[in-house]
């Protein structure tokens, strides 16, 4: 019998935004049940398109319109694409159907779905991402939002999946008196890829004056808990002639004016702000020729940019926290925000062979073999659903 798989949280499928587009697209793409239809809802801010359905390589993905409110835009999109779906399930007959709903966005709504999509004999996972609560950038009242509505996600949904096991931990840990079954389920990762040197490497390239193996790398999001001001100052005390690549999302906000002001990054010509890159194979080329990656990330789960780092790059530089280490294991060097540690990373990696570049690398592609390929991802995503539908719970 068809398994009916909606999933609601990213702004569509294929869409390359960020980690849940990225997680929406790869979870589709490598599934090979044909017995599971996906149904992903699509953000629009045009009002003509409201509940206009595509079908994408199978994939029905009815555009949702929600007006551009800046960070409430997403709340909204997860309450009328969930509204939409209430209608649809009941409108088509809708058997066998779960609904995954990545993030712990409105958790207080939690309690009246349950009791609507047990009416629809209709599944309700959550993946409640990393502890959104405690990222720097919101308020205090906005962190407390947050921790209020991941209580809600979690006590009312059927099932909890965890993309880190240091966030399983915490699940357990923080709500002991839940009954909601969990399991661990990280994203994934794509293994043997040799991505060419195309137009847009060559223009940054050559802009940049940068040479394969001859920078260090940070890719990610522009903002406090990925400890930019740590990574900028310890580099620049460093002494590798090297040049520290920054791929980010850029602007020239309060945030970017005060690292200036506590780096005096501006003065150091080794750093380089070179801003997003989308395309797929010049970010893979940046990654593969990068002389080491270094991944600050400090506040999540399992990060999709770390996983394609050690899928690609020898030395890895990672930043102490549980949820990197869980990752990557020997596989990577740590550092912490003690002063100095990065800058002595930096300079005893300066001393690696060749050889030891490749040990590093062999170590890290091991761990994505063994636990974040895209193909094991899919097939426990699957037992979930196959035993939710089944059995009413997994054991």
């Not at 080794?270 to 010049?282: K, N, Q, S």
């Not at 940019?305 to 030395?315: F, G, K, R, V």
């Not at 490749?358 to 426990?380: F, M, P, S």
Request: proline share 3%.
């Amino acid at each position: 019998m068809k398994k009916n798989i909606i999933i609601i949280g990213s702004r569509g499928y294929q869409y390359h935004y960020g980690g849940w587009e990225t997680f929406v697209t790869n979870l589709i793409l490598n599934q090979h049940d044909k017995n599971t239809q996906f149904y992903i809802p699509t953000l629009t801010h045009e009002k003509n398109l409201n509940h206009t359905i595509e079908i994408n390589d199978g994939v029905v993905c009815p555009y949702i319109y929600v007006p551009d409110k800046g960070f409430v835009t997403m709340f909204l999109f997860t309450i009328f694409a969930t509204k939409f779906f209430f209608r649809y399930i009941k409108e088509n007959h809708l058997d066998n159907t779960v609904i995954l709903m990545l993030g712990c966005k409105v958790g207080p709504l939690f309690p009246f779905w349950r009791r609507k999509l047990r009416k629809l004999k209709t599944k309700l996972i959550i993946n409640p991402d990393g502890l959104e609560w405690k990222r720097d950038k919101w308020s205090w009242w906005i962190k407390k939002c947050f921790k209020i509505s991941e209580r809600f996600c979690v006590k009312y949904s059927d099932y909890c999946v965890c993309d880190s096991k240091s966030i399983e931990q915490y699940i357990h840990e923080e709500y002991p008196n839940f009954s909601t079954p969990t399991k661990f389920i990280a994203f994934g990762a794509y293994e043997n890829r040799n991505p060419k040197k195309n137009a847009i490497v060559n223009d940054l390239f050559l802009k940049y004056q940068l040479k394969e193996n001859d920078y260090y790398l940070i890719v990610g999001r522009f903002i406090p808990e990925n400890n930019y001001e740590i990574m900028i100052q310890e580099f620049m005390k460093s002494n590798t002639k090297r040049k520290l690549v920054i791929i980010s999302n850029v602007l020239k906000n309060q945030f970017y004016e005060t690292l200036e002001e506590k780096t005096h990054f501006l003065s150091d010509d080794r750093i380089l702000f070179i801003g997003t890159v989308y395309d797929t194979e010049a970010l893979l080329y940046f990654r593969k020729h990068a002389y080491s990656y270094i991944h600050g990330h400090s506040v999540g789960g399992t990060n999709p940019s770390l996983l394609e780092a050690l899928s690609i790059t020898n030395i890895n530089i990672l930043f102490d926290v549980c949820y990197n280490r869980e990752v990557g294991e020997d596989s990577c060097l740590y550092f912490t925000k003690e002063e100095g540690s990065l800058k002595n990373v930096i300079e005893e990696v300066e001393t690696f062979s060749l050889k030891k570049h490749e040990q590093y690398g062999a170590l890290a592609k091991k761990r994505i073999h063994e636990d974040y390929t895209w193909k094991i991802v899919v097939n426990r995503y699957n037992d979930v659903f196959d035993n939710l539908l089944k059995k009413n719970s997994v054991k």
